[in-house]
């Protein structure tokens, strides 16, 4: 017998201590300021369901709520990570459910807006450009204020002219794009830059894993597309006519803007575009360049080398 009266013995204890933490917890439960707020909103709630809630509203009690208690989404103390719990009454009955907190909406909405910018092959430091820090001496200021135009226009729907930068090496032109793109990341708009010797090796590499529709597709329905150094790439006149030609076509149809940035200005791009290894073609390098003149605006940067700063 004994075995089993201290077995018995042992569990009124237990039971006792139960009870004891049961009550302690209920008292507390019940005296969180935000639980009572919320019981005082709700007089239709019975004493029973709130004892057979109380799990629910202890739980309510321990997490966060809206951030109230944590730094950042890095430093959530909830259960669930980035959730903030909400009590409700349905029927009668209490309920509680995750809602996304501050924290999390901001860390999604950097995410996805890190997302935006497809730089292909940008240094560091055009990424992080902004228009704020680009210089308004007299030399860049027309283009300053053609890029804030742009800017201004947006909120209206996308323009269908981006705008052609030329000016000599080292004055900003690839700094501006990159100004552009954080300004319009801003707006939720992606903008899709990439250097133009590097765009003809992409598009060159990527016949050996048939990516080439896919990859053109891309950059003709990219919402803003920027090539940077038009002229600067070695030219086949596959490329030019194929390649270059069908995106341009593509985005002149339909409105959509181009960025570009070059040495040359048009006209000189023009005799670079006809010089291929296949000889002279000023009919084909004429086409390209009215698409290049339909979806953009000729503006020109001049001023002093930066990187000589
Ligand atoms: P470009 O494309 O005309 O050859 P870049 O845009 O590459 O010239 O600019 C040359 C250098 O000057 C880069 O290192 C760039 O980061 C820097 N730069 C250009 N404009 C600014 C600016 N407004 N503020 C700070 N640095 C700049
Ligand atoms: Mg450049």
Not at 15 to 34: G, H, I, K, M, S
Not at 61 to 66: D, E, F
Not at 191 to 204: G, H, N
Request: aromatic share 10%.
């Amino acid at each position: 017998m004994k075995p089993v009266q201290s077995e018995l013995k042992r569990w009124m204890e237990q039971n006792e201590n139960f009870q004891e933490n049961y009550n302690r917890t209920r008292q507390e439960v019940l005296a969180d300021p935000e639980i009572k707020e919320f019981l005082a909103a709700h007089p239709e709630l019975k004493k029973n369901e709130i004892n057979k809630s109380l799990i629910k509203l202890y739980e309510y009690k321990t997490q966060s709520k809206q951030c109230d208690r944590c730094k950042s989404f890095g430093s959530c103390q909830n259960m669930l990570q980035g959730y903030s719990p909400i009590l409700h009454v349905e029927d009668n009955e209490i309920h509680l459910s995750y809602e996304k907190c501050h924290s999390r909406v901001d860390y999604e909405r950097q995410q996805k807006q890190h997302k935006l910018i497809k730089s292909l092959f940008m240094p560091k430091e055009i990424m992080q450009a902004t228009i704020a820090d680009i210089d308004s001496d007299p030399e860049r200021s027309e283009a300053v204020r053609q890029l804030l135009h742009f800017v201004g226009q947006v909120k209206e729907g996308l323009p269908k002219k981006g705008i052609y930068f030329y000016g000599p090496f080292g004055v900003g032109k690839t700094y501006f794009l990159g100004a552009l793109a954080n300004q319009l990341k801003e707006k939720n708009i992606s903008s899709t830059l990439i250097y133009m010797p590097e765009f003809v090796r992409e598009i060159k590499a990527s016949f050996k894993d048939d990516s080439i529709n896919d990859k053109i597709d891309y950059f003709k329905k990219a919402d803003v597309l920027m090539l940077d150094d038009i002229g600067a790439e070695l030219h086949s006149a596959w490329f030019r006519d194929e390649i270059l030609g069908s995106i341009l076509q593509y985005r002149m149809m339909e409105g959509l803007p181009v960025f570009f940035t070059s040495n040359y200005s048009m006209d000189q791009l023009e005799g670079h575009l006809a010089t291929t290894r296949g000889g002279v073609e000023e009919v084909k390098a004429g086409r390209i360049m009215e698409r290049i003149k339909q979806v953009s605006k000729e503006v020109r940067i001049a001023g002093g080398n930066r990187r000589d700063i």
